[in-house]
């Protein structure tokens, strides 16, 4: 299904959303984004490609690797995001840490890009007393205050309306987005999936009725799959997916390949200078597939077959080979010498993530006390009577 949108004409992502207009039927990809000749050069300075290249790739090898620890009993769960690292990356390399981030839980890349450490990411897998979250929750529920990052919370779609609600905040406080380099506005991630649930329509809703009040990026990430139920099952094959509901709210939308790191990036710098203009919503559909199970406690071979994962897999498809592929023929960066290793920045990467590992697994747990605080400003008594019975219980099993 995808495939086809694949090979549609490219369109240009200015004039799409400098019009408002919505198109829903083509799909943006970055020209060239096999590594054919690229006139994107002049812009893309090749510092922030090699840097997106590395971001890439350490998302790829700490996924892999902590997938692994997961299933050698050293975490109690874990969520990879293979092949969709281009939707973070090429997304995340285009906001500002004035942006606020609002993620379903596939987001991690995006974390990464703010700054996100290796070993904040394996404090909270780990849940050790360094986890911000102070082991609360359960593995990849990543929050950072520091890089505007809210804390991921499972209930699928509550973001989205706490995100519009940002957004009107930001509006509120700082007057508008104006475009001026000191604004940010509010992005929320999503799955195609999630778009299913109430508070996706609430939130859309929410925020076309603030338009010109509401400087805000929808960012759905389609990957084909709400853990097994397909796309086919998810909305009608006579809709036009989730871009297409965009007009319907009067919101300008953009279609991307998310398999295009560079397609991500510009569709999410063209949006962003849309919501912080017009102070407007906008929506991004990203398409991409899951290649990763959904998590560890799923099996996808019980519902896709063996052939659609490995085409899916192949460097035809995947963002990382065909970035690299692109960066391998790019023309400014042969000319600046510069030696492209991909298998050195791999094997660090890999040599970071272990080591991020190594320390993480060897910090104490929480102190139990922690259990009780951060909520609220002053503990309410039901907590105050909480933490004495549980310290009662404690105290009954040492006699
Ligand atoms: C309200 C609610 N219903 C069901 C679930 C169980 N659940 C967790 S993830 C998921 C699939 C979501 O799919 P999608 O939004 O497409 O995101 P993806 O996992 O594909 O990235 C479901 C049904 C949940 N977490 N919350
Ligand atoms: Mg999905």
Known sequence: ????MMDADDADVDDVVADDVVISKDIYHNKNSHGKNNDDNDKE???????MHQIMTRLRVMDEILELAQRQGRLSFYMQSRGEEA???GSGSALTLRDAVFGQYREQ?????????LEQVTDQC?????????????????????????TISSPLATQLPHAVGAAYFMYMKDGGGGGGESKGCSICYFGEGAASEGDFHAAMNFAATLVGRCPMIFFCRNNGYAISTPVTEQYSSHSDGIVGRAPGYGMPAIRVDGNDVLAVHRATLAARELALEKN????????????????TSDDSTQYRSKMELEDWSSSKFDPLSRFEEYLVRNEEIIASGISLDFEQVRSQERKSVLDAIAKSEKKKPPSIDTMFTDVYAEKPSHLIEQEESLHRHLASLDK
């Not at 299904?1 to 086809?4: E, G, I, N, S």
């Not at 407007?280 to 998590?295: D, F, K, N, Q």
């Open 280 to 295: 407007t919503p906008v929506l991004i559909e990203a398409m991409t597939y899951r290649v990763a199970h959904h998590s």
């Open 109 to 117: 890349g995006v974390l990464l890009w703010r700054g996100f450490t």
């Open 1 to 4: 299904m995808y495939r086809v």
């Open 126 to 150: 780990f849940s050790n007393e360094r986890d911000l979250g102070r082991g609360r929750q359960m593995p990849i529920h990543y929050g950072s205050k520091a890089l505007n990052f809210h």
């Open 45 to 51: 300075h090749f510092e922030l490609l090699l840097k």
């Open 87 to 89: 939707i973070h990356i």
